[in-house]
C-alpha cells in the first residue's frame, strides 16, 4: 500500500474513533456524572489534534463541483455520477469519429498521448 493511501486510511480511522468518542460523550452527558465527562472531553481534544496532524499529511485536491454540491446540501455521488457520463460521451463520440474520420482521430490520439 502506498503512502498516501496508508494515510487516508489513518485518517478515515481516526474520523472513526472521534465518532465514537462523540457518542459516548453524548451518553455520559446524559448521565450527568463529571468524570466521564471530562474523559470524553479530554479523548475528544486527543483525538481532533491526532486528526488535524493526520490530514496535514494527506494532499488531496477535491473538485470545487463536489465542494458545490455539499455546500448546496446535495449528494457529491451526482458529479461522479455525471463525470462518469462525459467520459462514457466521450468515448462514444470518439468512436462515431473514428469510423467517419480515422485518419484523423489516430492523429488526435498521438497528440493527446504526447500530452
Known amino acids: 500500500m502506498d503512502l498516501s493511501k496508508q494515510n487516508l486510511n489513518q485518517v478515515t480511522n481516526s474520523i472513526d474513533k472521534t465518532l465514537e468518542i462523540l457518542n459516548q460523550l453524548y451518553l455520559a ?34 473538485p470545487m463541483g463536489v465542494m458545490n454540491l455539499i455546500d448546496d446540501g446535495k449528494n457529491p455521488d451526482e458529479y461522479t455520477r455525471d463525470t462518469n457520463a462525459f467520459k462514457d460521451l466521450q468515448g462514444h463520440l470518439l468512436e462515431e469519429l473514428e469510423q467517419a474520420f480515422p485518419n484523423e482521430v489516430e492523429a488526435y490520439r498521438l497528440v493527446k498521448r504526447l500530452l
Open 29 to 62: 452527558s446524559s448521565s450527568y456524572d463529571v468524570i466521564p465527562l471530562v474523559q470524553c472531553m479530554n479523548n475528544l481534544v486527543v483525538e481532533l489534534d491526532n486528526m488535524a496532524k493526520l490530514g496535514e499529511k494527506c494532499h488531496i485536491q477535491v
